[in-house]
């Protein structure tokens, strides 16, 4: 009896053993893991990164989801690693024949920073307001006022920026982004340029026929602040006349600022610019604002060169008498801070900012240069100075417009050739022609030689016969077919308010608007 149970206690201890290394006792001791993967930045899920943990490992599905099953019991670190993700891991509690929802695994994307300056071409100045995007993503920036921009959190790896900027081509480049960099990426945007008949300028990412009249002014040089004359200008009814423009075809407006310095800006004793009054550029914001209740682009005309010749005196209010922004150095340089830089800069802030194209820095300059119209007999060299220490302001601080000037004739355009300027503006009257053959003032844009394009920013509208089928010489459809046909990039009639002895509207514009429709294809800006 006691041989007999001793082996069956032997047998006993060989069958226990045999029960506790089976599979249905290993599964007892395990448990599985199911949990998700998503982006640290974005929390949206991250499919097909790779779960792992003591060799075993999962795929997560298009939700983000996984699933490990017969993990130990135990603290176990479950790592999570994807494509353009750095890894990481969390550490997860396995109880016994249990399913544990671990925490979720957030992965950061491999990033970097972008950083740059956006530039013109023409002259290295730079481009405030341009935006700048990365391709595939939402990340965007806008350049400051110095022309420089900073994108942080770029995805590491090849990536595409885009530039664009109103007025100018857009540019793209491809950039590698390694992970936790800094990389410098600046651009160079050009403007278009299309010469030839029919000629355009690129606005608003479109090429357009700038096709326009001279508002000029309600009341010539008090549009814009207040004086000894009181405040008078009429809101109410300068919305009236740009809603009758635009139903009349008028897609750029030219207007007057400052004109001969009658209101503003406001001058020291000295001669020096002190800034502006409290209405003027409340007053900018109501024009700019009027324009785009319209779907009417503005050329605003600085100034005048009237503002250079000699002072007049109406009561207290001195009109001209400001050569010195010219001849003197100091009171330029007030002038250009002072005026010019917080003009350009409150536009360039302005919701409405796009309805301003550019900026005509001064009307007929030539009227008081010396070996010109004479007037002041201003030094060429000294004005054409000014003309591109404008213009330079315009690049760095308008966020985008344009700059010209108006020449007072077609054949001294040339004076305004390499300074800068974005397109070129020429003036044209009937009484140029000198009794000769009609239209011998007006030469074809190729004969100019310019290396931009060419508006002619102002021509008579009183001088002309008025049929809608008439072609004969200085007749409205005359002006318009051969402003275009000579292969100008606009043309901006004088003028829809100005009671001068070339204005006539209310005559003109059956012809303007019935140009504008059949030519609609390529006028504008729209």
Same mark, same amino acid.
């Given at each position: 009896?006691?041989?007999?149970?001793?082996?069956? =206690?032997?047998?006993?201890?060989? +069958?226990?053993?045999?029960?506790?290394?089976? %599979?249905?006792?290993?599964?007892?001791?395990?448990?599985?893991?199911?949990?998700?993967?998503?982006?640290?930045?974005?929390?949206?899920?991250?499919?097909?990164?790779?779960?792992?943990?003591?060799?075993?490992?999962?795929?997560?599905?298009?939700?983000?989801? *996984?699933?490990?099953?017969?993990?130990?019991?135990?603290?176990?670190?479950?790592?999570?690693? @994807?494509?353009? *993700?750095?890894?990481?891991?969390?550490?997860?509690?396995?109880?016994?024949?249990?399913?544990?929802?671990?925490?979720?695994?957030?992965? @950061?994307?491999?990033?970097?920073?972008?950083?740059?300056?956006?530039t013109r071409t023409t002259d290295g100045t730079v481009i405030?307001?341009?935006?700048?995007?990365?391709?595939?993503?939402?990340?965007?920036?806008?350049?400051?006022?110095?022309?420089?921009?900073?994108?942080?959190?770029? %995805?590491?790896?090849?990536?595409?920026?885009?530039?664009?900027?109103?007025?100018?081509?857009?540019?793209?480049?491809?950039?590698?982004?390694?992970?936790?960099?800094?990389?410098?990426?600046?651009?160079?945007?050009?403007?278009?340029?299309?010469?030839?008949?029919?000629?355009?300028?690129? /606005?608003?990412?479109?090429?357009?026929?700038?096709?326009?009249?001279?508002?000029? /002014?309600?009341? =010539?040089?008090?549009?814009?602040?207040?004086?000894? /004359?009181?405040?008078?200008?009429?809101?109410?009814?300068?919305?009236?006349?740009?809603?009758?423009?635009?139903?009349?075809?008028?897609?750029?407006?030219?207007?007057?600022?400052?004109?001969?310095?009658?209101?503003?800006?406001?001058?020291?004793?000295?001669?020096?610019?002190?800034?502006?009054?409290?209405?003027?550029?409340?007053?900018?914001?109501q024009a700019l604002q009027i324009a785009a209740n319209n779907?009417?682009?503005?050329?605003?005309?600085?100034?005048?060169?009237?503002?250079?010749?000699?002072?007049?005196?109406?009561?207290?209010?001195?009109?001209?008498?400001?050569?010195?922004?010219?001849?003197?150095?100091?009171?330029?340089?007030?002038?250009?801070?002072?005026?010019?830089?917080?003009?350009?800069?409150?536009?360039?802030?302005? %919701?409405?900012?796009?309805?301003?194209?550019?900026?005509?820095?001064?009307?007929?300059?030539?009227?008081?240069?010396?070996?010109?119209?004479?007037?002041?007999?201003?030094?060429?060299?000294?004005?054409?100075?000014?003309?591109?220490? =404008?213009?330079? *302001?315009?690049?760095?601080?308008?966020?985008?417009?344009?700059?010209?000037?108006?020449?007072?004739?077609? +054949?001294?355009?040339?004076?305004?050739?390499?300074?800068?300027?974005?397109?070129?503006?020429?003036?044209?009257?009937?009484?140029?022609?000198?009794?000769?053959?009609?239209?011998?003032?007006?030469?074809?844009?190729?004969?100019?030689?310019?290396?931009? %394009? =060419?508006?002619?920013?102002?021509?008579?509208?009183?001088?002309?016969?008025?049929?809608?089928?008439?072609?004969?010489?200085?007749?409205?459809? /005359?002006?318009?077919?051969?402003?275009?046909?000579?292969? *100008?990039?606009?043309?901006?009639?004088?003028?829809?308010?100005?009671?001068?002895?070339?204005?006539?509207?209310?005559?003109?514009?059956?012809?303007?608007?019935?140009?504008?429709?059949?030519?609609?294809?390529?006028?504008?800006?729209?």
């Amino acid at each position: 009896m006691t041989r007999l149970s001793a082996s069956a =206690c032997l047998l006993a201890v060989l +069958l226990a053993s045999i029960t506790n290394h089976s %599979p249905a006792n290993a599964a007892g001791s395990t448990g599985n893991i199911t949990g998700s993967v998503a982006d640290a930045s974005t929390s949206t899920s991250i499919s097909g990164a790779t779960v792992s943990m003591s060799g075993k490992t999962a795929i997560t599905d298009s939700t983000g989801h *996984y699933t490990l099953s017969g993990v130990p019991v135990g603290t176990q670190t479950v790592t999570a690693t @994807a494509s353009a *993700y750095l890894t990481n891991s969390v550490m997860v509690s396995v109880t016994r024949r249990s399913t544990v929802t671990a925490p979720r695994i957030n992965l @950061a994307p491999y990033s970097g920073t972008v950083t740059g300056a956006v530039t013109r071409t023409t002259d290295g100045t730079v481009i405030a307001g341009a935006a700048v995007t990365v391709a595939g993503t939402t990340l965007t920036a806008t350049t400051d006022s110095g022309g420089s921009f900073s994108i942080s959190k770029v %995805p590491a790896g090849t990536q595409t920026l885009t530039v664009s900027a109103s007025g100018f081509q857009t540019s793209s480049q491809s950039i590698n982004v390694p992970n936790g960099s800094i990389v410098t990426s600046n651009f160079s945007l050009a403007t278009a340029t299309v010469s030839g008949p029919g000629s355009t300028i690129l /606005w608003n990412g479109a090429n357009s026929y700038l096709f326009g009249a001279n508002y000029a /002014w309600q009341n =010539c040089g008090t549009d814009f602040g207040t004086g000894g /004359w009181g405040k008078y200008t009429d809101w109410n009814a300068i919305s009236t006349d740009f809603a009758a423009m635009h139903s009349q075809g008028v897609s750029v407006v030219r207007w007057w600022v400052f004109a001969d310095g009658r209101y503003s800006p406001d001058f020291n004793s000295d001669g020096t610019v002190s800034g502006f009054d409290s209405y003027v550029l409340g007053n900018i914001d109501q024009a700019l604002q009027i324009a785009a209740n319209n779907h009417i682009y503005l050329l605003l005309t600085v100034m005048d060169s009237t503002m250079w010749g000699g002072a007049s005196y109406n009561g207290s209010v001195q009109m001209g008498g400001h050569s010195a922004i010219i001849t003197s150095a100091m009171v330029q340089q007030t002038y250009l801070d002072n005026a010019l830089k917080p003009l350009l800069q409150h536009i360039a802030a302005s %919701p409405n900012k796009n309805t301003v194209l550019g900026y005509d820095l001064v009307n007929e300059p030539e009227s008081q240069m010396s070996g010109y119209w004479g007037g002041s007999n201003l030094a060429a060299g000294a004005v054409q100075s000014f003309v591109q220490k =404008c213009t330079s *302001y315009v690049h760095s601080y308008s966020g985008g417009g344009y700059a010209t000037v108006g020449a007072a004739k077609p +054949l001294w355009v040339a004076t305004w050739k390499g300074l800068g300027l974005d397109f070129y503006q020429i003036h044209y009257y009937s009484n140029y022609d000198g009794g000769g053959t009609p239209g011998n003032a007006l030469p074809t844009y190729a004969s100019l030689n310019l290396d931009k %394009p =060419c508006i002619v920013g102002e021509f008579p509208t009183a001088d002309s016969s008025y049929g809608l089928t008439d072609t004969a010489a200085y007749s409205a459809q /005359w002006y318009l077919d051969t402003i275009y046909k000579d292969g *100008y990039a606009g043309a901006l009639a004088w003028s829809y308010r100005v009671g001068d002895g070339v204005s006539n509207w209310s005559s003109f514009h059956p012809v303007f608007s019935n140009w504008a429709q059949t030519h609609s294809a390529f006028t504008g800006p729209k």
